[in-house]
């Protein structure tokens, strides 16, 4: 499927970046948008031209969430060859409204490019934005192969990774890792309001990192929170238990205990760098020599053995009064490093393990 | 006030970083834990020596917070010529245990280093971990001011800020910018425990972001968040009423958006880098010339004044249809930057903002 010519229908960050991104792919693209400065700024960027085509491939509709399937609809009539697509972060709901409108549906096929930025507009905006980022391809029953073969096609020229996926598991997973997050980071935030400023001026890099989304485009937001409410409702019920839950047992150090504990087990689900789930290393463990000089040699040699070192902790056996140092590495590489050690004329415990080891 | 002897006990992250702060400034560094390997560890780094010292000018108590006031009663009375500290997160319970327990109080002077890491242990510890951050010193109205002095030089001694603070604010402060953030953080990683893989594949940084502290000792936050569970009860009612009230309005813009915007507002109002508040920035503002090259040059022009643009934005004028490229600067540069895109030939808006503009 030959993608040469496409129209952007605003120009914010995403469309400006994808048409930065499409330019340098050296196809032909039409900017459009409501406010005329902000196709001028795009183009100046490089994102394409200002001009109204005739005929295009494919019509990107990236406007905010609240207008697309109008747009998207207007845009299936306004240009009868192409493909259509859009980028909103809720898919379900359009996916209905484009059905209800009827307009011609196998032409429509929603999408979901998986980046952004707390900022908006098109001065943020860059071309290498989506360069291994997800970028979702709502398939439906009544689309085109064709066209859902242009849209898979888009995302891989941006640089993006596909993920087909119906609209409604889409909307549930995005509920789950991103729209329930914005909505605590922007309560967290919110609690902020009214701290006196000597007591802000204590904050560290944690509530930093909590509160960073808090600052994305509320007007954005509140379009996608308000039409994907029935996931987020649901989602937003159990934390609302949850919180209440270890909010009336403060005084438990069971109750406290076992809720970080389940975070830590929730942040430690998440996949790691290269998708890897950041418990999967194996563990190379090492017996504490008495002696403050074969800990440096220790170091050393671990680092002489070039392999990279995810992780280090001291593990104690309490029994025998010994401690071990534990190396955590890339699966692949614990036999090079266990080989390279041995060299060194250090001591494996058992070895060293075989097995992976899940902690937590 | 004199600081040349110290005895650490415990080598935690804490201890430890204290100890290779204070050896690379040339002190005597004694070290003690219940774990003899971690304290062998943190030997090995260069953190102190492991030995018990007959006298030293200060005991700094790096246990966790739970057995913190147990530590520093006995330290305080085991040597007797000495200050005692520690460094627990929460400063009123552990002030109140001591004086209970009929210790020279004179002698105490709770403090609070306001660094750490989601890790914990020796093996994470850093010389540098203090460096410009805060430090608290919690003096109270039975301390000698010579301890007060010495604990304050301390944290000097280490590089960072120190803020003297009475225990009962310190630990307001503190729910409020750190325990309560924690356990916002561990609820909402929490929730992410059961969402499918093919779900979490679609993370991104928001919800990392927002996820990474609750990674932390889950053991060591039990303790802490015990400890000051009064105050952070509080705050979680407010939280959990705000909560509830969004839930029950998703289907309202008017009510989402209100709750958005307050999260701006409240992640806005923390200080930014060196202590300036993020809006505090002098804007200049220049018409979008109606030609590509022209904004290109716009932005050369910018770059070549050498002036660090802190954020860009499109204005827009609806009446007149024309829009604007606000230019964010820090406020001494902005009469400098004026300058230089008045000589380069660039009309400004209004000559420029002279007033600091409030955003949101």
Known sequence: ???????????????????????????????????????????????????????????????????????????????????????????????????????????????????????????????????????????????????????????????????????REHDQAVAEVSHVPQIMSSLMAGNLVGVRASHLRLAGQGVRDVTRIAASDEDMWTQIITSNRDVIGTQLEKLAAALNDVRSHLDSPQVVFDFMKHGVEGVRGLPGKHGRTQMDYMHLIVEIPDSPGALARLFSDVDAAGVNVEDLEIEHDRTREVGYISIAVQPEKAEELAQAMTAAGWALKDEYCTDIVRKG
Chains 1, 2 share one sequence.
């Not at 192409?82 to 032409?107: M, N």
């Open 1 to 167: 499927v030959a993608l040469r010519s496409v129209l952007i229908i605003g120009t914010g960050l995403i469309g400006t970046s994808i048409g930065m991104a499409l330019t340098g792919q050296g196809r032909k693209v039409y900017l459009r948008d409501r406010m005329s400065s902000n196709a001028l700024v795009a183009s100046s960027l490089g994102a394409g031209m200002v001009e109204t085509p005739t005929d295009v491939d494919l019509v990107i509709v990236a406007v905010p969430p609240a207008v697309t399937a109008h747009v998207v609809v207007r845009a299936l009539s306004r240009y009868p060859q192409a493909t259509v697509t859009d980028v909103a972060s809720v898919k379900a709901p359009i996916l209905e409204q484009v059905r209800l409108s009827g307009a011609d549906l196998g032409r429509y096929v929603g999408s979901h490019p998986m980046a952004g930025s707390h900022r908006s507009g098109p001065l943020t905006a860059n071309g290498d934005l989506f360069i291994d980022r997800t970028w979702v391809v709502a398939a439906h029953e009544d689309a085109d192969d064709s066209c859902v073969a242009l849209v898979e096609g888009l995302a891989r020229l941006c640089g993006a990774r596909v993920e087909v996926m119906d609209a």
